[in-house]
């Protein structure tokens, strides 16, 4: 069966430094979105993608952050300036509109 | 705004059954997901309930009851690899938003 799959899984970085994480999508999936997950936290909502535009996004993807594909296949979730609180593990989903999500394995993404 | 309630931690024996409950409250509702998070892993897509009454695949199954805003997840036959945690989300109606918001999740611990 097919899969997310997402790289790489574990980045660490100095604060203040970008990041850029890389998800490749099942190929048949239309809408793509980003989710992070603090530890030890729910799993939240950072933004959707479909169509090669975002189609929502939640109030933590600010101006930090940006999405793009940009060769039709890779999604990419960039995120300037890191902060200490942006350690978490970053998941990509995809999906078929309104059908359940499938997600990547997730990068930890370590901030020192 | 969606608040989704459900239990932070629960215990079972090996072989027993399981009921793990989920409550919410949502600006319309759109779908009900259960996944399955084992600890420094993915979400796995468990089970999607729309309409009210119970979904069954193998030993787990799912209910629905829309006008309590009410959902379980039953398993059966635990097994040990079944602990880890446990996410009810669900999908608002607004906008035609296919962004499900995620529970807390409840840890599931199966003992011998």
């Known amino acids: 069966e097919p899969e997310v799959t997402q790289t790489p899984s574990h980045q660490v970085t100095q604060m203040g430094q970008e990041v850029i994480l890389r998800c490749v999508p099942i190929s048949n999936h239309l809408y793509f979105y980003w989710y992070r997950q603090i530890l030890g936290q729910k799993v939240e909502f950072l933004v959707s993608?479909?169509?090669?535009?975002?189609?929502?996004k939640s109030e933590i993807f600010d101006d930090q952050f940006s999405v793009e594909r940009p060769d039709g296949s890779n999604f990419t979730l960039k995120i300037r300036s890191t902060k200490l609180e942006d350690s978490a593990m970053y998941f990509c989903?995809?999906?078929?509109?309104?059908?359940?999500?499938?997600f990547g394995d997730g990068t930890r993404l370590s901030i020192l | 705004g969606q608040n989704i309630d459900q239990p932070t931690e629960m215990t079972a024996t090996e072989g027993a059954i399981v009921q793990i409950n989920c409550t919410y409250q949502?600006?319309?509702?759109?779908?009900l997901f259960w996944y399955q998070q084992h600890a420094g892993e993915a979400p796995t897509f468990l089970s999607y309930?729309?309409?009210?009454g119970l979904e069954e695949k193998g030993r787990f199954s799912s209910f629905l009851s829309r006008s309590k805003g009410y959902s379980y997840l039953l398993l059966k036959e635990l097994q040990m690899k079944d602990s880890a945690s446990y996410l009810c989300a669900v999908r608002g109606a607004s906008g035609g938003s296919y962004i499900p918001t995620f529970g807390r999740g409840t840890s599931l611990i199966v003992h011998p």
């Open positions: 989903a995809g999906g078929q509109g309104n059908q359940p999500q499938h």
């Open positions: 309930n729309v309409l009210d």
């Open positions: 949502t600006s319309g509702f759109n779908g």
């Open positions: 993608f479909y169509n090669n535009e975002i189609s929502e």
